[in-house]
């Protein structure tokens, strides 16, 4: 898998951080934010991811200036979907940042459905 962003160096050598090990932070991260029932799967058909496949629905890419996070999560009908967007775009970006020592250049949030919580 290719990485994220340029390799963290140092004086003892370097790292990288692969894409999936981004999308998996931003999969429990999202998950875990209040209002989001689950992640969705893109394309035609459209459905409800469980929990364990918190990889699907996202998608992480580069920037000059740091890494690009695209998100599409499904909702709980009836809270502000403006307000659950900010608060996973501000978790995810954090988390992110704080757990890897990259910078984030965007997180973008894809809400493509709402649903009632079981």
Partial sequence: MEAAAQPLESTLGKITIASDVIAT???HTASEAYGVVGMASRGRVRKLLARD???QGIEIGRAEDGVR???HVVVEYGLNLAEVASTVRNRVA???ERLT???VAA???HIED???SA
């Fill in 114 to 116: 709402v649903r009632r």
């Fill in 25 to 27: 932070i931003v999969g």
């Fill in 69 to 71: 996070i695209d998100l």
């Fill in 107 to 109: 997180v973008e949030v």
């Fill in 53 to 55: 496949r918190v990889t």
């Fill in 101 to 103: 020592g990259l910078t």
């Fill in 94 to 96: 954090y988390e992110v």
